[in-house]
Structures are given as C-alpha cells and as structure tokens.
C-alpha cells in the first residue's frame, strides 16, 4: 500500500519542537498533571503497575466517554490512541477497493490520504468561503450516489472553525440514508466553542454514523494519546480487531488520567478553561489580522483555537511558510497543506504573550516579502 506524503504533520513533526515559536497547533496550550491531578490521585498513580490495560479500554473510561452520547453504554466505545487512531481505524475498516467516499474540504488530511491509499474514490465536498465555510446542500446532494459507502465530516471544522447549521446537518443524514452510506464525523473540537453552545453531535441522528473524539484538542491533553470511536455496538465489535494490529491497547496511564480529565466536575472545569483560552486570544490575533494594511481576509472561527485567513500575496503558502520557519524561527499551517493555497492556519491557543511575540515575528517577514515584491 502506497501512501501520500502527509503535508501538514511532516512539517509539524520536524519543526514543532525546533522553532521558537510554534502558532501551528490547533489546540489550546496543554494542561499540566498537577493542575488536575489531586494529592490522592499522585499516590495512587506511584503505586500503579505498569501492566496492559484493556485494549478497547478499561471498562470505567468507556463508560464515562459513553456517558457523553444520550442512551449509549460502554459497549458502543472504543478507546484508541489519540482521534487519529481511530481515523485509521475507521478507514480501514469500512473502505474496499472502488468504494466512492465524500470528503469535506478543506479538512486534517489523514483520513484524505488514508481513504486514497485504500483504494476509494475521493469526492471532494468544499466548504464555501461566501457561504461562511458551510457546503452547498444542492452539492452534497449530487455528490452522493448509490455508490457512496462513506460521508466524512469534520465538525467543528478544521482548519476553518466553522460549524455545521442544522440544516447542513439534516441535509447530510438525509443523503447517506437515501444511499445507505455511513456517516464518519470527526468532532475533536466540540467543546472547544468560542461563542454560543456546545456543537451538537451527529450521534443519535442516523444508525450508520461512527463519532470520532478525543481529548487534544477541546482538552488540552494531547500528550495523553487518548481518543475514542463512538458508534453502534455491532459495529463497535467488528471494528475492535483492527486494533490489534495497530496499537493493540490504549497506556494504562494514560486511561487512568483520561477517567480523571472526563469525571463530570473536572471535565467541565477543563472544557470552561478552553474556552476561555480562545476568547481571551482570539481578540489579540483578530486585531493582528486587521492590521496588517488589507493583507488578510477572514471569516471568525465559531470554534477551534484556530483561524483560517487568506492573503492577498503571491507567495505560496510553503515557500512563504518555509522562509518563516528559517528566517523567523516561527511556525504556522500554509494553506496548500489543505489544497488551499495563499492561505495560512493561524494557532491562538498558546499563552497570549507567547502568541503575540510569534505573531510579531510572522509581521517581520510579511514586511520584507512585501517590500521584495514592490
């Protein structure tokens, strides 16, 4: 099996750590264990034995995930390691050679290369930028046909923290039960709003939808490598099996830190301090962005510490990205690593004063380029 080169995190693997300002993630800056783990909890923790832990995941920690989709058990969960797990998973799982897939865009592009590198035939569904980065339903309804096995949503959406209407919503159920297609929706940034009310879930809309999330984004906790597939109990089980030839179990650690983080009190403690996180930011890289002398065009992330400006340069996004990197010893996200050139993915979850000073340094070289240029 042949893969495509993964854009996006072949250049975020080899310089996240290296540059002294990285504003390419899309989560908020990570919580560290002593602010929630209690006193109690460290000495129970030194005292673990560091064996296999259940390889679906440990009863309790299915059981809490379960707890956040209406009428569900532990039976309908899956743990994986990290939401990009159960991406592949999932792919593997339910593509076959010839199998016709449509794919929002823009959108993270794991499961872009995986549904290619299975053998399916990708049908991109943009999102419209004069629509507000929501899909044209007249679209949607003509790209799904009788041969369609998947729809692939991400809601909220990365890299453009849009969110689905209900009526998008209801227009995508209503297409995939006219075909009998499932519904794959990616929604590791729910709970991660800037304004309004918690996303809804496309769990509970349609029998063939398998829900992908996890704790990086909305959480603060990538580290924890924890994330989960949510769906019918007979698919649950058909699917574990893929998991024992990747990862095989989740770490018992990282389970048990994971029950911690999803106890009802914490979990909300840690979703307000998110959402905090983005609407204190926001405002610092939105004024950024404005003046910047028309260079940028933007429409406001609903959700995500990510915003998603086109600039109004010739440069492409890489090679103007790639100069950053070197000449500035900063990162952000070029847009053709989402097949949209002449943008750029702009992180704002870090500490507000980390942020400004990256941003400084993106300003510096916007300078220079558009003097070099006239």
Do not use: C
Request: proline content about 6%; overall charge negative.
């Amino acid at each position: 099996m042949k893969i495509d080169h993964f854009k996006m995190e072949r250049m975020q693997s080899t310089w996240e750590n290296e540059v002294e300002y990285n504003l390419s993630e899309s989560g908020v800056h990570p919580l560290t264990l002593g602010e929630f783990l209690s006193a109690d909890e460290v000495r129970e923790i030194q005292e673990t034995a560091l064996g296999y832990s259940q390889s679906n995941g440990t009863p309790e920690l299915r059981g809490q995930i379960a707890g956040l989709y209406p009428g569900a058990s532990p039976e309908n969960v899956l743990a994986t390691n990290g939401s990009s797990e159960a991406n592949y998973v999932l792919m593997w799982s339910l593509i076959e050679p010839g199998d016709e897939v449509v794919f929002m865009m823009p959108n993270y592009m794991q499961m872009w290369g995986l549904i290619r590198a299975f053998g399916a035939v990708l049908k991109p569904l943009w999102l419209k930028e004069n629509l507000g980065w929501a899909p044209d339903l007249d679209e949607l309804r003509t790209l799904v046909t009788p041969k369609t096995k998947l729809i692939v949503i991400t809601n909220p959406n990365n890299p453009t923290g849009a969110v689905l209407s209900g009526e998008a919503m209801s227009a995508i159920v209503e297409a995939a039960q006219r075909v009998g297609a499932w519904i794959v929706a990616d929604e590791v940034y729910q709970g991660s709003e800037r304004t309004g009310e918690t996303t809804p879930s496309f769990w509970g809309r349609y029998d063939r939808s398998a829900i992908v999330n996890g704790l990086s984004k909305a959480y603060g906790l990538p580290g924890l490598r924890i994330g989960w597939i949510a769906g019918p109990r007979e698919f649950i089980q058909k699917t574990w099996p893929y998991h024992d030839y990747t990862t095989i179990s989740p770490s018992l650690l990282s389970d048990r830190f994971a029950r911690i983080a999803l106890s009802p009190p914490l979990r909300e403690k840690i979703l307000k301090r998110t959402r905090g996180i983005i609407k204190n930011n926001y405002p610092v890289l939105e004024s950024w962005l404005n003046k910047q002398a028309g260079l940028f065009s933007f429409i406001p992330p609903q959700a995500g510490a990510i915003a998603f400006a086109r600039y109004a340069l010739k440069t492409n996004s890489t090679d103007l990205v790639t100069r950053l990197i070197h000449e500035k010893s900063t990162l952000i996200v070029p847009g053709d690593h989402f097949e949209m050139d002449h943008y750029l993915r702009f992180g704002f979850g870090s500490e507000p004063e980390y942020l400004k000073k990256g941003l400084a340094r993106v300003e510096e070289l916007l300078a220079g380029l558009r003097q070099t240029i006239g």
